[in-house]
């Protein structure tokens, strides 16, 4: 049995029952799941918050839990590894999605959106705030992964020059350069838009530290 720990549309929960041939349960969180649920599902998807608080050690069959977020620093890894449960995420798909994201809101601070939204709201008009160009302005993509990549591409089709920041630097479509992480701190320096995107790992952390804020 699998058991989904996130509400799904219909065509989604339909085309994953008709794909896998087995009893597909739907629930918005672990609290809406029966104990006999939870014991019952070999497979359970969600996103790693929903892992926490107890659940796992009510789930007496499972042998596959995924991640529906890319993301999985707080996963319970010690707890999957005792148990001998296999674990995946969603790794490689948020591209799209999260790419238009980051230019909607690049675009929103450029424009100044976000200023003249409130204005409207609050019956003001003003023309004080900023408003700028993206064109010949450089976006440093820290961690040219999936999304840096789709990122990239985008930010291209507003005239930008693209720098990376990866762990193998070399030349990458649509980047105009790509560095290693010893130049972090000199890129953010050349940057007016910085977006990271790198896996919060041991190795990643306190990469934004305040000699990195100070560097912009």
Known sequence: MILILRKLGDKHVERIRSE?????????SPAEATPEELAQAEIIAGFPDTFRSG?????NSLRWLHSFSAGVETAPFAWLRDHGVIFTNASGIHGLQMAEQILG???MFSRGLHISLRNQWNA????EHRVDE???????????GHIGQETARKAKAFDMRVLGIRRHPGSLLHFDEVRGPE??????TEADYVVCLVPLTKETHHWFDDAAFAAM
Do not use: F
């Not at 896998?20 to 918005?28: D, L, Q, T």
């Not at 010949?136 to 961690?143: A, E, M, P, R, S």
């Not at 130049?183 to 953010?188: K, V």
């Open 124 to 127: 003001l008009w003003s023309a």
């Open 55 to 59: 659940v796992l050690e009510r789930c």
């Open 20 to 28: 896998v041939g087995e009893a597909v349960i739907v629930r918005s």
């Open 183 to 188: 130049a972090l701190h000199a890129s953010l």
């Open 105 to 107: 809101m690049i675009i």
């Open 134 to 144: 993206l064109y010949g302005k450089t976006l440093l993509i820290v961690g040219a």
